[in-house]
């Protein structure tokens, strides 16, 4: 009998540490994960720094935004890929345009139409377009045979791409409509699409840009401040000119946190779009340098990712994210020094923003998942 018992309970001890093994969660990349929860605590130090009045405020609000992004983070970096089997992208890309043209019926707020008011919560659908749009393009684009991605099948995402693109144009928001264009564009070149017609668009693209800017006045009087702020400075050209001034004072290492003379009102925008310049006028060149490889590192880690991943897809999908994060940060930064016209971007992880900051940590737990799936494929295949 003693034996008998003895037996059960191996097999039991054997049954449940192969169900805990089937239970364990995806292993993350460590790096990625360290990466990400550096930038949040820098993000939430730097909102409550760039604050000139009701920082506390901003820096509970934000606390908020950081907590929802990471629970879908952490949710995404476990169960996308499982997400992405059950649920249509094309689908889900309607509904976003469902949530845009919402956004164009609400009142104006700043003389734009950008934003859906949920009472306790407004959320930007463009932010969520952004992401919706490039999973469906890698998801469409990785089903097609290499032969035929320069026939009249590409027909389809170019036009997906030019309807969202021109939905979130009708609510009078020209940056993000630039970095979508940008990365599908990138998109469709990491897929093979011919150079020839990536060219094309291009070529086309450039007017309707122009065109775009032209019956804008407000974007118009950008361009031009942009091109010489200084003989504007008191007018169009004022938050270009007192950007230089902040990161310009902030020398190599900067005033110290909370010590920008800047953010107490003579900068707009300081907590959100041109936080740059605060962080720079605060923690000096140096640290802006460290900002600045920091997203550097992340367009390394995320090309070296998806050039190793075996899934087409996923491949697609690691380096669409990677590029859409790491552009938008290059442009925010480039437009706060003033190196193009001014676009309302924010700063991955940095900026005050719910929508963006739930967004940014969403796709950086798809990319997380899919890292994870693609190592756990690699063992696998290893013997492992």
């Not at 983070?73 to 845009?100: D, N, P």
Request: proline content about 4%.
């Amino acid at each position: 009998m003693a034996s008998i018992f003895l037996e059960k309970t191996n097999l039991t001890k054997r049954h449940r540490g192969a169900i805990k093994k089937k239970s364990i969660f995806l292993p993350l990349d460590k790096t990625l994960l360290s990466f990400t929860a550096i930038m949040i605590i820098a993000g939430l130090i730097f909102t409550y720094s760039s604050s000139a009045f009701d920082s506390l405020a901003y820096f509970k609000r934000q606390i908020i935004f950081d907590v929802l992004g990471v629970c879908a983070m952490l949710f995404l970096s476990q169960y996308y890929s499982a997400l992405q089997k059950k649920f249509s992208s094309v689908w889900m890309l309607f509904i976003t345009w469902g949530l845009l043209i919402w956004a164009l019926l609400q009142p104006e707020a700043a003389n734009v139409r950008r934003w859906i008011n949920l009472g306790f919560f407004n959320i930007q659908p463009s932010e969520i377009a952004k992401m919706v749009l490039i999973i469906y393009l890698c998801a469409y684009l990785s089903k097609l045979p290499d032969k035929r991605r320069d026939n009249m099948l590409l027909i389809t995402p170019v036009l997906y791409t030019a309807i969202t693109v021109a939905l979130i144009v009708a609510g009078k928001d020209l940056g993000i409509p630039v970095l979508i264009t940008t990365v599908a564009l990138a998109i469709f070149f990491i897929a093979g699409a011919p150079v020839s017609k990536l060219l094309y668009a291009v070529l086309i693209l450039i007017p309707v840009v122009a065109i775009a800017i032209w019956r804008q006045p407000y974007r118009l009087k950008r361009v031009v401040s942009f091109l010489n702020p200084e003989e504007v400075a008191g007018t169009t050209g004022y938050q270009l000119v007192h950007s230089f001034y902040a990161i310009g004072s902030g020398g190599w290492f900067g005033k110290g946190f909370g010590g920008s003379d800047l953010k107490l009102e003579y900068l707009p925008a300081a907590h959100t779009d041109f936080i740059f310049a605060i962080m720079c006028e605060e923690v000096g060149m140096i640290g802006a340098f460290l900002i600045l490889g920091a997203f550097v590192w992340l367009l390394i880690h995320g090309v070296r990712l998806a050039v190793n991943a075996k899934d087409k897809f996923n491949s697609y999908l690691i380096a669409g994210i990677t590029l859409c994060i790491t552009f938008q940060a290059f442009v925010n930064m480039s437009v706060a020094s003033g190196l193009v016209p001014t676009k309302g971007l924010p700063l991955p992880f940095f900026s005050y923003g719910g929508s963006s900051v739930v967004v940014t940590l969403a796709m950086m737990g798809i990319l997380m998942n899919l890292s994870a799936i693609e190592k756990k494929e690699a063992l696998k295949e290893a013997g492992r």
